[in-house]
């Protein structure tokens, strides 16, 4: 069976990387000329759901460690 | 077939002819069921039809207006593609009971009159339960078994409320309801019950990913859109959904990060969705209801694509847990795309239709400056993307390379999720089409420069947050592990209840056991053998002695006449002596 892997040559994982991190710097740059008139003030700040969308996943990230933390069981938690 | 042929009996009555048809004709009737139920549809008068009198009540099957059609459109297309899908399965119960469920959506969709809303709400749970247990494994059982507890306390107390509705109202015609009176609060808790509103929602994610691979489109599908059709009906503008959506929204993203089963992490997802949904509802508004509507018609086509991709990798590696997954792009390259475009569309890049429909209800949200539920909305947002965007396609298709080589999807699972996936497209790129079908005339415009870079942004920026964590090995390890969600209560809680009535009534038991059968009956026992015989021998005494009997000789006759009595030989003669004494004794007395 004919496989792909391009993702198993490194090289291309750094240039996937690279365009993400310039999709960014687009993003970032693209910010000052954009007109806004956002529902709430604070939307027509400077990457102000650049900022939303970093913290949140961040936070997201580490309270659901802490949910694991308490919920977590085995997986035969309800056979037993 | 007249025009007004109630769209939801030709499922229901085709779903029958099933057994009676045979190899491909079978297959080919099963697909053109969905095809003709979509053109009766389209072709439905407006207003109402399909009626009839029943004990002075008129039951309404069709009740086609704007709102009603969209969900009929999107319940015919997705049994089509759901029926494509499951194109190679060979057991008729499943077909028939996925058809039958459909037409149970597309009956409560229609319907006009509660009567008819009732059984075909009750329609649905039954033939739903089946596509659970036709897994045919023992957690399946389990779990369709507490699937149909759960709905069938939902089913009563809609019922509950519409027997009160029609007492109060004498009418069993119904559109907007309102939340008040106790008949509307149970109508609500019955809707809300099947729209997995929380801490109702746990059925969800126990129950659906034990269903089968096929079987779980349409449940992902049905019960849950048609409750938000329902709910959009009766209770628009009941300021309480803005807040259960809100919470709705947010909650289920933190479980479904730690979830190991990736259809457990979609069915917290659609819980998820379902509350941008009801946040909609709750504002009541044009615009907020034509985003809930809009956004549960693209809901349905890419959580389909989602639950497809996903079960396609089941279908072939009989795995779906993260722990057991990854590097399948190698070998399944167009499942991963189909899959990476359902991603694409529920974190609602532009171009793919999340976006065009989610962004509705956060506009309107915004407008009615509603700070705390725009920001937890946004939130959710990015949350959306980090476990159905990325951590479906991630760790399924790509992550750390699981060694498995499975063939690529057979084809008509392949065709159904390219269907999906290019309503998903074509409705991000030309939202027109489905503005122009929504209830309510709103000029609403999603791409404007503003949105499209301010959702780019907090969508690419989440997605840096999962890279750097992720490169930085901060992000936490899958782990096989199960959690804990309010169907503990229910699971554990009756498992406590069984042992509680269990040592209760066996303890209860012992003790009149003691009391009734050790005590009282066993001395009535000891009376009624020995009573008798010493009454005879006290009474014989005097006329004994009197007769010049010694001792010994009066001991044995009373031993005969012990032993006599303990055999239950009663001579004439012996029972007439106690006769004669009671009679003497009355006499005197």
Redesign the interface.
Known sequence: ?K???I?DNPRNVKIL?IV?FS??AI??V??IF???????PW?DKF????????????V??F???G??WL?????D??DE | MTSSFPPAMIFILGALLIPLLKGKIKSLFILLLPLVTFYIIINLPHGNSGTFDVGGFTVILNRVDKLSLLFGYIFAIVTFIGSLYAFHVKEDVQHISALIYAGGALGVTFAGDVFSLYIFWEIMTVASTFLILARKTKKSSAAAYRYVLVHIVGGLCLLAGILLYVHERGTIEFAFIGLKGLSAWLIFIGIAINAAVPPMHAWLQDAYPEATVTGIIFLSALTTKSAIYLMARTFPGAELLIYVGAAMTAFPIFFAMIENDQRRVLCYSMINQIGFMLVGIGIGTDLSLNGTVAHAFTDILFKALLFMSVGAVIHRTGKSKCTELGGLYKTMPITTAFCIIGAASISAFPLFSGFVSKSMIVSAVGHHKLVIVWLILQFASAGVLHHAGIKIPFFTFFGHDSGLRPKEAPWNMLVAMGIAAFGCIFIGCFPGVLYNLLPWAVDYVPYTPAHIVGQLQLLMFAILAFTLLTLSGLYPPDIRTINLDTDWFYRKGARVFYKVTDWGFNNFNTVADRIFIGGITRRVNIFAQAGIANAINIGITPVLVVSGFNKESRDSIRKVIKRALSYSIYPVGLITIPVVIYLCLMFLL
């Open positions: 069976m496989e792909l892997k993702f990387l993400f999709c960014l993003l970032l693209t910010d954009i007109d806004k008139h956002g529902d709430f939307e990457a102000f759901f650049c900022a939303y969308g970093f913290i949140s996943c961040v997201l990230v309270v659901a460690v949910l694991r919920v977590k069981r085995e997986e938690y309800y």
